[in-house]
């Protein structure tokens, strides 16, 4: 009897009254704006039951990178340097192109690469990377970012590093540690981290270094 007549309900739907779909309509609205609210990088899920802390609570590693770094000096003799990253999930290759003044010599490498990162709901993280054989593991505190909007990020775009230990041959603690580092991220699901690389510097001697791309970690 229940399927019959849902399938009756299917063929020969009943007329709602408007007032009926309006209310409809707002209610999933609303619904749609809570779940969307979780939702503050660019590539998010548009609808998710997890906050961003419990999506990004957990390990996670490292399994494809595209990014450039480049870096351009004037003055006697013009410099430029660009380095192309590249992994696959297990190396790290590299493709790099340097000019000094009218000589350009362009060089490559692979090496073996890893990074695993955790955080939890408590507000820390522990982060290890092996490099070529050469292992480091830094460990600290993160929290999210309030709406920047010089920068141009929403609130809970990005995450603040401050690494306690790992980063020296110090341990840090107190609550006047400085942050080193921020956490752009592009997309941030479940099973799925996306990290934008976007950074500038210009010193007043005119020299320019920038570093874009991305970084992406799935759930280990």
């Given at each position: 009897?229940?399927?019959?007549?849902?399938?009756?309900?299917?063929?020969?739907?009943?007329?709602?009254?408007?007032?009926?779909?309006?209310?409809?309509?707002?209610?999933?609205?609303?619904?749609?704006?809570?779940?969307?609210?979780?939702?503050?990088?660019?590539?998010?899920?548009?609808?998710?039951?997890?906050?961003?802390?419990?999506?990004?609570?957990?390990?996670?590693?490292?399994?494809?990178?595209?990014?450039?770094?480049?870096?351009?000096?004037?003055?006697?003799?013009?410099?430029?340097?660009?380095?192309?990253?590249?992994?696959?999930?297990?190396?790290?290759?590299?493709?790099?192109?340097?000019?000094?003044?009218?000589?350009?010599?362009?060089?490559?490498?692979?090496?073996?690469?890893?990074?695993?990162?955790?955080?939890?709901?408590?507000?820390?993280?522990?982060?290890?990377?092996?490099?070529?054989?050469?292992?480091?593991?830094?460990?600290?505190?993160?929290?999210?970012?309030?709406?920047?909007?010089?920068?141009?990020?929403?609130?809970?775009?990005?995450?603040?590093?401050?690494?306690?230990s790992g980063t020296s041959n110090?341990?840090?603690?107190?609550?006047?540690?400085?942050?080193?580092?921020?956490?752009?991220?592009?997309?941030?699901?479940?099973?799925?981290?996306?990290?934008?690389?976007?950074?500038?510097?210009?010193?007043?001697?005119?020299?320019?270094?920038?570093?874009?791309?991305?970084?992406?970690?799935?759930?280990?």
């Open positions: 009897m229940f399927c019959a007549k849902i399938f009756h309900n299917f063929v020969k739907p009943k007329q709602k009254p408007m007032k009926t779909i309006i209310k409809a309509s707002f209610i999933f609205a609303v619904v749609a704006a809570l779940f969307s609210g979780c939702k503050k990088g660019e590539n998010d899920p548009f609808l998710s039951l997890k906050s961003r802390t419990s999506r990004l609570s957990k390990e996670w590693k490292l399994v494809s990178a595209d990014y450039t770094e480049t870096f351009s000096s004037t003055g006697s003799v013009d410099y430029y340097s660009s380095t192309h990253y590249t992994y696959d999930g297990a190396e790290m290759n590299e493709s790099n192109s340097t000019t000094i003044g009218t000589n350009t010599t362009t060089s490559t490498d692979s090496y073996l690469y890893s990074i695993n990162v955790e955080f939890t709901k408590e507000g820390s993280f522990e982060q290890t990377i092996s490099s070529d054989g050469i292992t480091s593991v830094g460990a600290g505190y993160w929290t999210w970012i309030h709406k920047i909007k010089d920068q141009e990020l929403s609130n809970k775009e990005a995450v603040i590093l401050t690494y306690a110090s341990t840090l603690t107190g609550t006047s540690i400085n942050p080193d580092q921020i956490m752009v991220i592009d997309k941030l699901s479940s099973s799925e981290l996306v990290v934008i690389y976007d950074y500038k510097e210009t010193t007043t001697d005119g020299d320019v270094l920038t570093q874009t791309g991305t970084m992406t970690f799935q759930e280990k």
